[in-house]
């Protein structure tokens, strides 16, 4: 997956994580397996804070599909998680597929629909340069 200008979403702090999230998960992808785990589990922590900064932005800014959007990220963070234990058992061909076939799909329908509407809405209430909280 490659990062270009298209995927901006027009708030800077959304932009530079989706950025990060797409070299994470390309670093993953090409991987060696020993090197797969550590990688993997970049890609989670990145997650983790990445969802964390637009839950404060959303908070901040009073969006009116929070919930929806919070509960997307908490069910994302629990599938990586269960990845992340399935990878400790050492099945790296099963979590690899997950990286190669799922994550790509799901962060561009993400980022196309809940992370896009959130950005509109900050612009909207004038934090299109806000800062990230966390
Ligand atoms: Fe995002
Ligand atoms: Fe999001």
Redesign the pocket.
């Known amino acids: 997956m490659q990062w270009t200008e298209d995927l901006c979403v027009g708030v800077d702090f959304?932009d530079a994580?989706?950025e990060d999230f797409i070299t994470l998960l390309n670093t993953a992808r090409a991987a060696s397996d020993a090197d797969f785990p550590a990688a993997f589990n970049a890609l989670a922590e990145h997650a983790r804070a990445?969802f964390a900064r637009?839950e404060a932005l959303m908070d901040a800014t009073g969006f009116f599909a929070t919930t929806i959007h919070k509960g997307e990220h908490a069910r994302v963070l629990g599938e990586v998680a269960h990845f992340a234990e399935h990878l400790e058992r050492g099945n790296i061909a099963f979590v690899r597929a997950y990286v190669a076939e799922r994550l790509p799909d799901w962060f561009l329908q993400?980022?196309n629909t809940m992370?896009q509407a959130t950005a509109a809405h900050a612009a909207r209430a004038g934090h299109a340069d806000a800062v990230p909280a966390t």
């Open positions: 959304i994580d989706h990445h637009e993400h980022r992370d």
